[in-house]
């Protein structure tokens, strides 16, 4: 199925019907819409980028987000390019970067940037992550 309007994302995400709630989470719609949806309903940036299938393009937006949520919501996602991993391991707020290190596609480069890290959990994490490749 396609979502064809940012009122019809909106509509979706806000039902209390679950089946039409999951579209809002799984469905895709063009880049135009999902750019609408960005301009026109910021309180759903967060929702646009729980979805599964939102475009790379429309992650590279939102990893510039100025809501932490957002940011962190791009963090979890499997298909992040290394380019935005390696952006989102350098965020200001520990919980996006925390959430690079526990995504289970992120790069070896990525981790090895994670060591560093201010944050302890973090830098243990992907320690721990980075020897687990190594015994592979």
Same mark, same amino acid.
């Given at each position: 199925m396609m979502i064809n309007s940012a009122e019809e994302f909106v509509r979706l995400r806000l039902s209390d019907n679950m089946e039409?709630? !999951?579209k809002a989470a799984w469905d895709e719609?063009?880049? %135009?819409?999902w750019l609408q949806v960005i301009e026109t309903y910021p309180e759903m940036r967060e929702w646009v980028a729980h979805n599964k299938s939102i475009p790379v393009e429309i992650? %590279? &937006? !939102?990893?510039?987000?100025a809501d932490e949520r957002v940011r962190f919501n791009v963090a979890t996602k499997n298909r992040l390019p290394e380019s935005l991993q390696m952006k989102l391991a350098k965020d200001l707020d =520990? =919980? /996006?970067r925390k959430r $690079?290190?526990?995504n289970k596609k992120a790069t070896? *480069?990525?981790l090895? &940037?994670? !060591?560093?890290?201010?944050?302890?959990? $973090? *830098? /243990?994490?992907?320690?721990?992550? /980075?020897? %687990?490749?190594?015994?592979?």
């Open positions: 039409e709630y !999951l719609a063009p880049f %135009e819409v992650m %590279e &937006i !939102l990893a510039d987000d =520990s =919980s /996006v $690079i290190v526990y070896f *480069r990525v090895t &940037i994670l !060591l560093n890290d201010d944050d302890e959990d $973090i *830098r /243990v994490v992907a320690k721990n992550r /980075v020897d %687990e490749g190594r015994h592979r």
